[in-house]
């Protein structure tokens, strides 16, 4: 009996885009990144001190620590959501040797500022423990991350700058937030304040977590030894049925 392979055309696997994530991450991080660099032109150029940038002229160090650490991070951090860079094992690294210390440099300056820096108008109470959470939840989570890579486990290491980067990012969607209140209500008060900074911060993270769950769903899907790529670190390879 002779059995004929099939004539019927294979279909082909329609892939995804692979720039919108990046690009809107980018997007996102340019509100902060431009600015940071409004406020180091300020600090540079011999700008006139009022009440809002005096603690900044009595400490530069920290501030502009946070701010050189906060735009690298946003931003190299952004391409590691592009499967095509990600799956190449030199960039990954080489990404990743400077995104773990920028973004721990970025939360630690971030802490000290929110410890040892002067309130500023319109800051309280509630967003100052705000940023002391958030701000010890990025470290944590980039240093939770070095350590399950150094494991070996791709997945927690995933999950965790993934976390972290969310944080990290989070100035972004504060300003989105924030945009519409004022431009509607007028300028929050100290309250109002803190409760859009800090549905800034839980919205990210959110995000984040729902595409670790949606990591962990593909990886379920897949064998044991394609969870390399489903973590986020290779890209899964397509192949025609």
Not at 42 to 48: F, H, S, W
Not at 126 to 132: D, P
Not at 176 to 190: A, N, R, T, Y
């Amino acid at each position: 009996m002779t059995i004929h392979a099939s004539s019927a055309p294979v279909p082909r696997v329609r892939r995804r885009p692979q720039w919108p994530v990046p690009a809107g991450l980018i997007l996102l991080s340019l509100i902060p990144v431009l600015a940071g660099a409004a406020r180091l032109t300020e600090l540079t150029g011999g700008a006139a001190i009022t009440p809002q940038n005096a603690r900044f002229f009595a400490s530069p160090v920290p501030v502009v620590t946070h701010i050189v650490c906060v735009t690298t991070y946003s931003l190299l951090g952004a391409f590691q959501f592009l499967p095509s860079l990600r799956g190449r094992r030199g960039w990954h690294r080489i990404a990743g040797r400077i995104l773990a210390p920028a973004g721990l440099l970025a939360a630690l300056s971030g802490l000290w500022m929110a410890a040892f820096y002067p309130l500023p108008p319109g800051d309280g109470p509630a967003l100052f423990v705000l940023r002391l959470v958030f701000g010890s939840a990025m470290a944590a989570s980039i240093v939770l991350g070095v350590v399950a890579i150094l494991r070996r486990d791709f997945v927690r290491h995933g999950a965790w700058m993934t976390r972290g980067y969310a944080i990290g990012v989070a100035a972004g969607t504060q300003a989105l937030v924030s945009l519409p209140w004022i431009l509607l209500v007028g300028p929050p008060d100290e309250p109002t304040r803190a409760a859009l900074l800090g549905s800034a911060w839980v919205i990210n993270v959110a995000v984040a977590e729902f595409v670790i769950r949606r990591r962990a769903q593909r990886a379920t899907r897949v064998p044991r030894s394609s969870r390399r790529k489903v973590a986020g670190l290779e890209p899964v390879r397509r192949t025609t049925a």
